[in-house]
């Protein structure tokens, strides 16, 4: 039997949850549209508006926890919030609902809360001596008591569930536990108006400086300088740390107090280890930190997709990318910040998770898609990456792989630019296209026995070609010049050669139903292909799946080994635990400890090996047809 309280009575709704606020915005909206005396419900703005901040101030919390490049030296824990953590943690803002309901009962209860002044500096006063004479030691025996095995079974071991602290944990909590922390809030602003202090200023202060240090100390990342302690050595037991309350995670029976670590001093539940390991933090946040085995290079596709970050909205990051309405109002702000990053910025980290031991990071180069384009831009592009991959090896990184445009051939040969003007490279460069050709070439059936393909003489369209025709199917490849055909015909063994059939118009593959589609084609040339044709492809943006007779690959992706550890956001559109191939392709070269360099041409001698090497350490082809 579910234990009373210990459930939200809407936790099936999901987001039609908020329709809850409803009658709140109805009431206000009538008030002002059809009664005289507007500021009658006014009470009812103050609400939604308090609401409204107290997710702002929970929102810039968790932004900053997850901007990785700036905290990765301060981590209290050093594993990642993973999918599993935010699933868990996905209504964390039922608290705000709940005490919105109650509030709007009080202001029902009692109209004169209505008639509050302004400002009253002694309200302030009052509500911070009540905060600390009556809230803060209520809390802590409150908090006590529900590590008493009942009430921790049946309702804060909720709280505890989540393995990695972070600003979202402090609302994911029990009904009763959040019943208890409206009386520990409440006590101190109706205290204050019971003594004739109350204000609306005093009511919105303490309300969202309680929610401020509730976020502070679920941060994953410390923030207090232990320099402040040194000098003011008393204030260490009148507010708390981030890495003080983290101990109260992992080390249960200690560290209870809500914010002054005083009353964990009287009750003798002050872990002794609290002061050292806050001063060991802080005192290393000037270091490199851990250094990651491999690095993913990446880059920003366009300017929506540019919000798919956990530190823009880690619930959003944490599902494949897809165009919401909901994002349209941030666009104005998010190109502004792309005009900012293209004027001053620099690589940095915004994801990471942990594989048998070794640490993958993901980092970004600061530019959008369209930029790669740009004749003039293409200096500047190659500077950040060959900045990442010198500062790999200075990190001591032993496999960097370059995302999709960052490995372009006309960029920079695939790499080789980088490998050739710097021969004395530790870091493994790698384009991971080996991997991206196995994927694909892997999907076709085996009764396959002819292929369209554009792009045909770009460096995966080659590889593909060569390694089809050894393998006796023919491939038409798409290209006007009878050049780089021929190239690449030589390369083919003498008798497979017949096999490679140069094609200059798309009316040719009107009778094949395998296109791989390398170079981007449009609709009306898609047209071509006949009933029932199935486009794999390698190429971005992907293609407009507008053909309902017709089948779609999605780009070359591979599912990371089930132990994995604290991955939680998605790779562009691909699903959780899915990565690109050529992010995969960096993953088996570093797994696997191979010494060379994977740039420029892709050794079709190697496709296969590449493909096992990938099977035998737990990758797994992904199912990519989408109808």
């Known amino acids: 039997m579910v234990a009373p309280l210990s459930a939200w009575p809407w936790e099936h709704l999901g987001i039609f949850k908020y329709i809850l606020y409803g009658p709140l915005a109805a009431k206000a909206w009538y008030s ?10 006014l ?19 968790s932004s900053y926890n997850n901007m990785f490049f700036l905290t990765r030296n301060r981590w209290i824990k050093q594993q990642g919030v993973d999918f599993k953590q935010i699933d868990d943690e996905w209504d964390w803002d039922n608290f705000i609902i709940l005490q919105a309901m109650l509030a709007s009962m009080a202001c029902l209860i009692f109209p004169s809360l209505n008639t509050l002044p302004l400002w009253n500096l002694k ?6 001596l009540l905060h600390v004479t009556i809230s803060e030691p209520l809390y802590y025996w409150a908090h006590r008591l529900f590590h008493k095995p009942y009430l921790f079974i049946h309702y804060h071991s909720l709280h505890h569930s989540s393995p990695v602290p972070h600003p979202f944990t402090a609302g994911h909590a029990t009904p009763l536990e959040h019943l208890v922390l409206c009386t520990v809030i409440g006590i101190p602003i109706t205290g204050s108006i019971l003594m004739g202090y109350g204000s609306t200023a005093m009511i919105y202060g303490h309300v969202l400086v309680f929610d401020f240090f509730r976020c502070l100390g679920h941060s994953n990342a410390e923030v207090v300088p232990h320099e402040v302690f040194n000098k003011l050595p008393l204030l260490r037991y009148f507010i708390y740390t981030p890495t003080y309350h983290s101990l109260h995670h992992t080390e249960m029976e200690t560290n209870f107090c809500l914010f002054m670590p005083l009353f964990d001093a009287l009750g003798n539940t002050l872990n002794t280890k609290s002061f050292e390991l806050h001063k060991r933090i802080t005192s290393n946040s000037g270091k490199n930190g851990r250094v990651p085995d491999f690095v993913f290079l990446a880059h920003v596709v366009d300017i929506m997709s540019a919000m798919h970050t956990p530190f823009a909205l880690r619930s959003f990051a944490s599902t494949p990318f897809c165009m919401r309405m909901f994002l349209l109002p941030f666009w104005p702000l998010t190109f502004m910040i792309m005009l900012v990053m293209w004027g001053w910025s620099k690589t940095f980290l915004v994801s990471f998770y942990n594989l048998r031991g070794r640490l993958h990071q993901t980092w970004v180069v600061p530019r959008f898609g369209f930029q790669y384009f740009l004749p003039f831009a293409t200096k500047g592009i190659n500077k950040h990456i060959e900045e990442a991959i010198l500062r790999a090896d200075r990190l001591g990184v032993k496999v960097i792989s370059l995302a999709a445009l960052n490995k372009n051939e006309a960029l920079n040969g695939g790499g080789t630019l980088f490998v050739n003007k710097h021969p004395e490279l530790k870091v493994r460069v790698v384009h991971g296209n080996t991997l991206t050709a196995a994927v694909i070439l892997n999907e076709f059936s085996k009764d396959v026995k002819e292929v369209f393909l554009t792009g045909a003489t770009s460096k995966l369209g080659r590889a593909t070609a060569l390694y089809l025709c050894r393998k006796r199917v023919r491939v038409l490849m798409l290209t006007s010049s009878t050049e780089r055909f021929q190239k690449i015909l030589k390369e083919a063994p003498v008798d497979c050669q017949n096999y490679l059939v140069q094609v200059t118009k798309y009316q040719a593959a009107q009778n094949c139903k395998t296109w791989i589609v390398g170079k981007w084609i449009t609709p009306w040339e898609q047209s071509w292909a006949p009933s029932g044709t199935h486009f794999h492809q390698f190429v971005v943006p992907p293609i407009l799946p507008i053909r309902r007779d017709c089948t779609y690959g999605d780009l070359a992706a591979m599912r990371l080994p089930p132990d994995v550890e604290g991955l939680g956001s998605c790779e562009y559109t691909m699903e959780r635990g899915v990565v690109h191939a050529c992010h995969a392709g960096g993953v088996v070269h570093q797994l696997e400890g191979w010494s060379h360099h994977e740039v420029g041409a892709i050794d079709v001698d190697r496709i296969d090996l590449v493909w096992e090497a990938a099977l035998k350490h737990g990758l797994k082809p992904v199912s990519s047809v989408n109808n």
Do not use: P, V
């Open 43 to 61: 009470w009812c703005i103050h609400i939604l508006l308090i609401c409204t901040l107290r997710g702002f101030i929970h929102q810039l919390w």
């Open 123 to 128: 309200g302030f006063i009052a509500s911070l």
């Open 32 to 41: 002002w549209m059809y009664e005289d005396n507007i500021l009658k419900d």
